[in-house]
């Protein structure tokens, strides 16, 4: 069975800094690997994804994330936050044999202060 | 292009009541799935369509039923509602050719009280 675990529930982050979002996972098979991001009061959208191919995946809004197999993690990034970057961050995790049913982290509120 | 539309928004029931949550998609995706999402806890899967006459139970289906009659609709039934089933769920639907890439809908507020 697979598991994810996102190791912050909060990460506050001045304007224009760097941030990392770390998720880490569990599995005996090959992963296909999300990340989702949901602003406030509405749902879930796709930022990116990793499927195979290059482990650096460059999403949506100037996120992107490497997957690192030895580590089995996930971690998201971004150079430079800005405000409209509020909100909350879903790391999710399928495979093939699981008719690709996602596992979802608990999710991490990113927090930009300014 | 309207994607994954739910309704209600919000509601408030008592306990004991039943009540059905609509949801509706017209991008003529195969897949639906309906998750509650609890604070802290990410998003728990409840049940799952793979085409129309075809269900599943997910990670927590006790207290709820689902239904898919047409491609497009995938109603969430409350049954008995209980105050464990306040929560905001969310619709989301999926082409057959995507490996968990899912379009969501905005969310269902449900308070039992």
């Known amino acids: 069975a697979q598991s994810v675990t996102q190791l912050d529930s909060q990460v506050p982050v001045f304007e224009e800094a760097p941030v990392e979002l770390r998720c880490n996972y569990s599995?005996?098979?090959?992963?296909?690997l999300f990340w989702y991001v949901q602003y406030p009061n509405q749902g879930l959208q796709l930022l990116l994804k990793y499927l195979s191919g290059s482990t650096l995946v460059k999403g949506i809004n100037g996120f992107e994330a490497e997957f690192n197999k030895s580590q089995t993690s996930f971690h998201l990034r971004k150079p430079s936050v800005h405000i409209s970057d509020t909100a909350e961050y879903f790391c999710?995790?399928?495979?093939?044999?699981?008719?690709?049913?996602?596992?979802w982290g608990a999710g991490t509120k990113l927090i930009i202060k300014p | 292009n309207a994607g994954v539309t739910q309704t209600p928004k919000f509601r408030i029931l008592k306990i004991g009541q039943s009540m059905t949550l609509q949801c509706a998609q017209d991008m003529n995706h195969n897949y639906m799935y309906w998750y509650r999402q609890d604070p802290g806890m990410g998003l728990k899967l409840i049940y799952y369509s793979v085409g129309a006459g075809i269900t599943d139970k997910g990670e927590v289906p006790n207290g709820y039923n689902v239904s898919r009659s047409t491609t497009e609709d995938f109603p969430l039934r409350l049954e008995l509602a209980a105050p464990s089933q306040t929560s905001v769920y969310f619709c989301?639907?999926?082409?057959?050719?995507?490996?968990?890439?899912?379009?969501f809908g905005e969310g269902s507020r449900l308070t039992v009280l």
């Open positions: 989301a639907s999926s082409p057959v050719s995507s490996a968990g890439e899912l379009f």
């Open positions: 999710a995790v399928t495979t093939m044999d699981s008719n690709y049913q996602l596992i």
């Open positions: 599995s005996s098979v090959s992963v296909y």
